[in-house]
């Protein structure tokens, strides 16, 4: 009877920290803490992430050994809104290489290792981190099996600037989203990056001259 009750106390205890697991959601940091967790695949000597705002670069992460690389003036973007941007510079076989878009920043990552980057991959069809609602699409959840992103995307460019929300589920095996849930629209905004804004535009309004009237001719009695 004492094995009985221990076996099933184990049993609940592991199927509660099983759900706890697959239920628990974090909040991802900031974009260069994400950028952080990059773990390349391929063997590269040594790397450095670098972020350049206003023309001043600044160093992020190093990996490896010194590097003799010239700087950027254009890299990727994780956040739509920002000015400044990042890029990489690696060393592979003796030969300096850059990251400045984010297809190459892709295939820079390689396999995905952890939800930082299944969503940085996910950047290259347009999903995103949204630092400013990471209640809503900046956070994740995992399970033995899958990471579950929920991620921001820019669905409208016109009068309203429009974003959608997204669930994301990526199979942590072979990295592919097997799974895309629309949450809906989280903000509509009529801003100065919405091209139509009615408030921007500036319409003068001609007034048509008035039309004579036509003279009333007396009636004969």
């Not at 700087?71 to 030969?95: C, R, V």
């Not at 300096?96 to 390689?110: H, M, Q, R, S």
């Not at 994301?168 to 849930?181: A, D, E, F, Y």
Request: aromatic letters at 12%.
């Amino acid at each position: 009877m004492i094995k009985i009750t221990l076996r099933l106390t184990t049993l609940t205890l592991l199927l509660f920290s099983v759900l706890g697991y697959a239920q628990e959601k974090k909040k991802f940091s900031s974009i260069p803490n994400i950028l952080q967790k990059i773990s390349p695949d391929d063997r590269v000597d040594s790397w450095v992430l670098v972020y350049n705002n206003y023309g001043k670069g600044e160093e992020i992460k190093t990996s490896g050994g010194k590097l003799n690389y010239t700087p950027q003036f254009s890299g990727f973007n994780l956040f739509p809104s920002e000015d400044s941007f990042y890029y990489i510079a690696y060393s592979l076989g003796g030969k300096i290489n850059y990251v400045i878009d984010v297809e190459a920043l892709k295939k820079f990552v390689g396999k995905i290792d952890n939800p930082q980057e299944a969503a940085i991959i996910l950047t290259a069809d347009g999903y995103m981190v949204d630092e400013e609602f990471k209640d809503l699409a900046g956070n994740y959840h995992e399970d033995q099996s899958n990471y579950y992103l929920d991620l921001g995307k820019v669905t409208s460019k016109e009068c309203p600037y429009q974003k959608t929300h997204y669930t994301l589920t990526v199979n942590k095996s072979n990295g592919l989203v097997t799974n895309v849930k629309d949450n809906g629209t989280y903000i509509e905004l009529y801003n100065k990056k919405c091209a139509n804004n009615p408030r921007l535009l500036k319409v003068e309004k001609k007034e048509e001259p008035k039309k004579d009237e036509p003279k009333k001719t007396p009636k004969r009695r």
